[in-house]
């Protein structure tokens, strides 16, 4: 069956240091993939989105996220987190031939502290 | 160009009662997906309908729950005589095409309390 796992419900980091957030994907083929990011009480906004090509993707916010095939993850990064950064981030999939249907995982929640 | 505007924000029902959630795609969609978040979950799809057409409503509860998106106006997702289990938020989505490969756009949501 098709899955989005993100393995890190909750991450807790200082404001300035680097963050990452892991996504691991099960899919026939390998699918269109996204982040989205949701502050609390509010709806979800794309930080990016990988279709094909570079498997390094630059995305809003000064996020990024890489493909890696091999271990079926896309992973985002963020060098230096700022306290607007604290919300909870959702890693997403759509298969080819699912109509644009996502996948979500369960949600990573990020804390800043000072 | 306005985003996709889902209403109300907020929704309080007794149980028993019906619910209805509207969502206005941005302009130039035809496309419309409804998510429901359960608390401390992610997203899971509910139901795709294009003007007219259900598409894939795979995601729906088999019975309460309905959904339509109009030649005119917004798609409406209906629930009827709610139960506690059915607080949740619920988000429509709209997309240009079909296809996988574009962004769908998420409205800020409706948050339906059952009490």
């Known amino acids: 069956a098709q899955s989005v796992t993100q393995p890190d419900i909750h991450i807790t980091v200082s404001e300035g240091a680097s963050l990452e957030l892991r996504c691991n994907y099960s899919?026939?083929?390998?699918?269109?993939l996204f982040w989205y990011v949701q502050s609390p009480g509010q709806g979800l906004q794309l930080l990016l989105k990988y279709f094909s090509g570079d498997t390094l993707v630059q995305g809003i916010k000064g996020f990024e996220a890489e493909f890696k095939r091999s271990q079926s993850s896309f992973n985002l990064r963020k060098p230096s987190v700022h306290w607007s950064d604290a919300a909870e981030y959702f890693c997403a999939a759509d298969s080819t031939d699912s109509w644009g249907k996502l996948q979500f995982g369960a949600g990573t929640q990020v804390v800043v502290t000072p | 160009n306005a985003g996709v505007m889902q209403n109300p924000r907020h929704l309080v029902r007794r149980r028993g009662q019906e619910a209805r959630l509207r969502c206005s795609p941005m302009k130039g969609h035809s496309h419309v997906y409804w998510y429901r978040q359960l608390p401390e979950e992610g997203l899971k799809f509910m139901v795709y309908?294009?003007?007219?057409?259900?598409?894939?409503e795979s995601g729906m509860p088999k019975e309460r729950f309905s959904a339509e998106f109009p030649k005119e106006g917004p798609s409406i997702l209906r629930i009827q005589q709610v139960v506690r289990g059915d607080s949740a938020a619920y988000f429509c989505?709209?997309?240009?095409?079909?296809?996988?490969?574009?962004?769908?756009?998420f409205g800020q949501g409706t948050r339906l309390t059952v009490v």
């Open positions: 989505a709209s997309s240009p095409t079909e296809s996988g490969n574009t962004e769908a756009f």
């Open positions: 899919y026939g083929a390998t699918p269109y």
């Open positions: 309908l294009q003007k007219e057409n259900i598409i894939d």
